[in-house]
């Protein structure tokens, strides 16, 4: 059986505008990342029994409906273990049951398998079923995912893409923009952008840049109005993940190479 999409129009950075939510199963469905309430997702469920729901992640784009289905049609709601408090402050509902990288989750259609890929959210995950995963914000087909501070991790990120090359799914399903049909292909897409920004961002601090925005301005090579905050925190998270490395010296204020380098 295949995943069933629904569009649903809602407050979020993506350029789309909208936020997918996924369905897989009939008669003991599970509902992933309903972000509001509203007409496509409604009448996705309206023939449907919906026995779960769960999240990629707790962004408002993704989880803004949880309490809502949870309310109307009895089910089980779903959390990563260790993101319970994080995730009722974000769905505003406590979650039945909690889930780990690895468990799965009964459905009608058969299981769905929870894959760990932290990295834009801490407590992100992917949904796996033969061939097929809902992969939340871990990858798009066209452009890139905001991996920024303060509650993004690079490295985290970098890791969650190869895990997802090595399985080598035969599609992705995200929650931005169309389905991903070469899953290998984009997850080497993203990594080799993310190292690209890495570099520049290493080679800002060797040529001098100090602080934070001075790193921005070298790092960037384009107009980054309306984005501002996105690329600064995406610059963040590299100087943490380089500094981590060993690469260079980041005092939360201040930029500086590493002599040993």
């Given at each position: 059986?295949?995943?069933?999409?629904?569009?649903?129009?809602?407050?979020?950075?993506?350029?789309?505008?909208?936020?997918?939510?996924?369905?897989?199963?009939?008669?003991?469905?599970?509902?992933?990342?309903?972000?509001?309430?509203?007409?496509?997702?409604?009448?996705?469920?309206?023939?449907?029994s919906?026995?779960?729901?769960?999240?990629?992640?707790?962004?408002?784009?993704?989880?803004?409906?949880?309490?809502?289905?949870?309310?109307?049609?009895?089910?089980?709601?779903?959390?990563?273990?260790?993101r319970?408090?994080?995730?009722?402050?974000a769905?505003?509902?406590?979650?039945?049951?909690?889930?780990?990288?690895?468990?799965?989750?009964?459905?009608?259609?058969?299981?769905?398998?929870?894959?760990?890929?932290?990295?834009?959210?801490?407590?992100?995950?992917?949904f796996?079923?033969?061939?097929?995963?809902?992969?939340?914000?871990?990858?798009?087909?066209?452009?890139?995912?905001?991996?920024?501070?303060?509650?993004?991790?690079?490295?985290?990120?970098?890791?969650?893409?190869?895990?997802?090359?090595?399985?080598?799914?035969?599609?992705?399903?995200?929650?931005?923009?169309?389905r991903?049909?070469?899953?290998?292909?984009?997850?080497?897409?993203?990594?080799?952008?993310?190292?690209a920004?890495?570099r520049?961002?290493?080679?800002?601090?060797?040529?001098?840049?100090?602080?934070l925005?001075?790193?921005?301005?070298?790092?960037?090579?384009?107009?980054?109005?309306?984005?501002r905050?996105?690329?600064?925190?995406?610059?963040?998270?590299?100087?943490?993940?380089?500094?981590?490395?060993?690469?260079?010296?980041?005092?939360?204020?201040?930029?500086?190479?590493?002599?040993?380098?």
């Amino acid at each position: 059986m295949d995943w069933h999409r629904a569009d649903v129009s809602v407050p979020t950075r993506a350029p789309t505008g909208s936020t997918a939510a996924y369905v897989y199963g009939d008669e003991a469905a599970l509902l992933v990342d309903p972000p509001d309430a509203g007409d496509a997702l409604d009448s996705l469920l309206s023939d449907r029994s919906l026995a779960h729901i769960a999240l990629t992640h707790h962004h408002p784009d993704h989880a803004g409906a949880v309490a809502h289905y949870a309310r109307e049609t009895g089910a089980t709601v779903w959390a990563r273990r260790g993101r319970a408090s994080a995730f009722e402050a974000a769905t505003g509902i406590t979650p039945d049951r909690l889930f780990s990288g690895g468990t799965t989750i009964p459905t009608d259609a058969g299981p769905v398998t929870v894959i760990d890929t932290p990295g834009h959210a801490p407590e992100h995950v992917a949904f796996a079923t033969d061939g097929a995963v809902v992969s939340g914000d871990l990858a798009v087909a066209e452009g890139s995912v905001v991996v920024g501070a303060p509650e993004g991790d690079v490295r985290t990120y970098l890791a969650s893409l190869r895990r997802l090359h090595a399985r080598n799914p035969d599609v992705l399903l995200p929650g931005h923009g169309p389905r991903i049909e070469t899953p290998r292909e984009t997850c080497a897409r993203l990594i080799n952008h993310r190292l690209a920004r890495e570099r520049r961002v290493r080679d800002a601090v060797h040529d001098g840049a100090a602080t934070l925005d001075e790193i921005l301005e070298a790092a960037y090579e384009k107009d980054l109005t309306g984005v501002r905050d996105l690329a600064r925190g995406t610059v963040l998270t590299h100087l943490e993940k380089l500094a981590v490395e060993g690469a260079i010296s980041w005092d939360s204020e201040r930029a500086a190479p590493n002599p040993a380098e």
